[in-house]
């Protein structure tokens, strides 16, 4: 299995400099779109509910990344460096937008979902450098002390600034129109959110299109360490904000915001040579951007399932 996936390091994507600020633009517009979802009074809703908040943003910033750390560590006898980055790549990143309505789908708490998408994504300029830097720093220490690997720079700072663009700008401007336009905010919030996706899906198949053979190749290993991963996020959001005692409502909100990330912005960042220069990662990366894609249409696949089995089952405290 490990020498399977090795074949996947040496893909690297290079949009060129017009290519990535198409890409940069589309990710932009995605954000914008999150931004014209959160209203003031959202964050206001953290006062009234903070228990069940405060424990979402704990399992999404902190447990996610801790428990991915560990699967990481269990499965290096089996997995790539790359891989395994892939992975805490895609745990450090805040919790995607369709969570909201899987939330809804699955009878959860909408308005807590709501809350938690908007904090985690406003969080996200600095949490998400911050975990990529701290357990990918980690993880590279420990495996290459086995020898697996040489000693790998872990970007912080380069990612931060890179992050703070891509997502602090847009989400700033979506707020400031939503505040100062209400009713054009109302009709382009929907549309706008559609449109970004299906832009961001369009960049994904084109990206990775004249590598497809490799990936059919890899599929079943790619799929079994995605589902894997994702299985122990939802059970991390369940679990977790049961041991928090939480209501079944909050309980079902927290299972599918922690199981549903914003892989795209990984897959953003991978695709951005100022934070992971060819030069310094030896272009080995495509282990990384290949769990990062699958990881974006498998968590659509299992939100679903599990909102889908939610929505059954009758709501018990």
């Not at 290519?19 to 809703?45: E, H, S, W, Y």
């Not at 699967?71 to 460096?81: E, V």
């Not at 975990?131 to 002390?145: A, R, V």
């Not at 549903?260 to 990984?266: A, D, K, P, T, V």
């Amino acid at each position: 299995m490990k020498e399977q996936l090795e074949a996947l390091n040496a893909i690297s994507i290079n949009f060129g400099e017009g290519g990535m600020m198409i890409v940069n633009i589309i990710l932009a517009f995605v954000m914008f779109g999150v931004a014209l979802g959160i209203k003031p009074q959202t964050f206001k809703d953290v006062f009234t509910n903070p228990k069940a908040v405060i424990t979402g943003v704990l399992l999404q910033w902190v447990g996610l990344p801790a428990v991915t750390f560990a699967i990481t560590l269990i499965l290096s006898p089996l997995i790539t460096p790359m891989i395994a980055l892939g992975m805490i790549l895609v745990a450090s990143c805040p919790g995607g937008n369709i969570s909201n309505f899987m939330s809804s789908l699955s009878r959860g708490n909408v308005e807590l979902s709501v809350s938690m998408t908007a904090i985690t994504t406003a969080l996200a300029p600095v949490a998400t450098p911050f975990n990529f830097f701290l357990w990918g720093s980690l993880y590279s220490h420990i495996i290459s002390i086995k020898g697996d690997i040489p000693m790998l720079v872990i970007p912080f700072f380069p990612m931060l600034w890179q992050i703070l663009l891509l997502l602090g700008v847009p989400i700033v401007l979506g707020l400031l129109f939503s505040r100062r336009f209400p009713d054009a905010t109302k009709k382009i919030t929907k549309p706008a959110q559609v449109i970004s996706i299906l832009l961001f899906m369009g960049m994904v198949i084109v990206s990775f299109a004249q590598n497809f053979q490799l990936f059919l190749d890899n599929i079943f290993y790619v799929f079994f360490i995605v589902m894997l991963h994702n299985a122990c996020a939802l059970g991390t959001g369940y679990f977790g904000s049961r041991l928090a005692k939480l209501p079944e409502q909050d309980r079902r909100s927290l299972t599918v915001e922690t199981g549903i990330q914003n892989s795209g912005l990984g897959l953003v960042l991978l695709f951005n040579a100022a934070i992971f220069p060819p030069e310094v990662w030896h272009g080995q990366y495509g282990g990384m951007l290949f769990i990062t894609a699958w990881w974006g249409i498998w968590h659509i696949i299992s939100g679903l399932t599990v909102s889908y089995y939610f929505r059954r089952k009758p709501l018990t405290e």
